[in-house]
């Protein structure tokens, strides 16, 4: 294992008239880590330090990416600083993919995508953590899905972006293999990311990123993670029906996508097969495949919401949402209430991590959810259909 630690050279004195710099030198702590497993060697990026029993921020990137051009943008965002006061950030790198990873060796048989996950419990064990809230994107998504699937009590939490929940039909099969005779990898990846919108308009956006791909990844490594996620299989869950035994997942989970990604069809789809009582499915307008890149204000105002949703960070300050309440009113008050039906499924467990203020608001929205139980019957006859039975998932405009 190598590592390697970024801290203040001398120790620093803190002040009882400074309580926050404790805090803030904590924040510049990043050790890099090179976990063993026995799917491949995972490189991954601590910044903080984990606060006791308290999960870190886990995230996980997309193809042709690596955690450095995937979440920079989002986490050295003004409005993210408050967040990491909070919670230590682990960046995991698909194996490979990290800047600066030496060449598989010909014949190396690249991890499948259940395997990768597989290779999660070992990262939280190695950093003696709990649990996590997982942060994800395309096929990052996709890993932390089944990681949470396949180890619930591990995950508190999951904000998925671009997620995919469906296998490579034969369709999509054939037309990547045309393409792939007629179009390079690079732009085969560009057009995984962003929308046709994007890629005819925003130029200079595009450009950083292909010219990412070309120079900054390693090309032969980069090619074993497109075709290991292109031959994913199906994460076979379905949205849970009274009475029945269904694969879902088990944590609170904010699905985003961009207004003009080329992944809406596939987030919708798999905002259906959720449990509707704990998801809420983001549409970001304006906002095309990378609402990290694009929206990185409006994401973190978001996981403010998902966060406090939980039980966490009660008293944080909310900016752009509140300050777009005229104008978009709906998104405001359709995150209020996801977040409180996140505070009473969570139980006593969120009501210890929450004010007073936070507890009349999960009170007063006991009665909304109510409501959306009942879909305007409060007869309690036995005849009423599933359909009606079951709440439907907040889907929330911003």
């Not at 606060?51 to 690596?66: M, S």
Request: with cysteine; proline share 5%.
């Amino acid at each position: 294992m190598d590592d390697i630690q970024v801290v203040e050279s001398k120790p620093l004195l803190v002040d009882r008239e400074l309580p926050g710099l404790r805090e803030a030198v904590q924040q510049l702590v990043i050790k890099e880590h090179d976990v063993d497993t026995p799917h491949g060697r995972i490189h991954c990026t601590m910044k903080g330090v984990p606060k006791g029993d308290r999960p870190v921020i886990l995230t996980f990137h997309d193809i042709g990416l690596n955690y450095k051009t995937c979440w920079n943008t989002l986490f050295n965002h003004e409005d993210m600083s408050e967040i990491m006061q909070h919670f230590a950030v682990c960046h995991v790198d698909a194996p490979g993919q990290h800047e600066g990873a030496n060449t598989f060796s010909t014949g190396y048989e690249y991890p499948s995508m259940d395997q990768v996950s597989e290779t999660l419990p070992l990262v939280l064990k190695h950093f003696g953590l709990k649990s996590v809230i997982g942060i994800g994107i395309g096929a990052g998504a996709y890993i932390l899905t089944r990681f949470a699937l396949d180890y619930p009590n591990m995950v508190e939490g999951l904000l998925l972006i671009n997620i995919n929940p469906c296998a490579e039909g034969w369709m999509d099969w054939a037309a990547h293999k045309i393409s792939g005779w007629t179009h390079a990898m690079p732009d085969m990846i560009i057009t995984h990311l962003f929308g046709k919108e994007e890629i005819h308009n925003n130029h200079d956006l595009i450009g950083t990123y292909r010219h990412h791909i070309l120079n900054d990844m390693n090309q032969f490594n980069l090619h074993l993670f497109v075709k290991s996620y292109e031959s994913r299989r199906d994460l076979e869950i379905e949205r849970p029906v009274p009475g029945s035994n269904t694969r879902t997942l088990k944590c609170p989970s904010l699905l985003v996508v961009g207004d003009s990604s080329p992944a809406v069809e596939a987030v919708v789809e798999c905002n259906t097969k959720l449990d509707p009582t704990k998801t809420t499915l983001l549409k970001m307008a304006d906002c095309g495949g990378m609402p990290q890149v694009d929206q990185p204000g409006k994401l973190t105002e978001a996981f403010k919401y998902f966060i406090q949703g939980m039980g966490y960070m009660p008293s944080a300050s909310m900016t752009r949402l509140v300050r777009s309440r005229t104008a978009s009113g709906s998104s405001v008050t359709s995150f209020e209430g996801n977040r409180s039906r996140s505070h009473t499924s969570e139980g006593n467990r969120s009501r210890s991590h929450t004010n007073e203020g936070s507890r009349s608001r999960s009170h007063t929205t006991e009665n909304q959810r109510g409501r959306s139980h009942t879909g305007g019957s409060t007869d309690g006859t036995a005849n009423s259909n599933v359909d009606q039975a079951m709440p439907k998932s907040t889907e929330v405009s911003c």
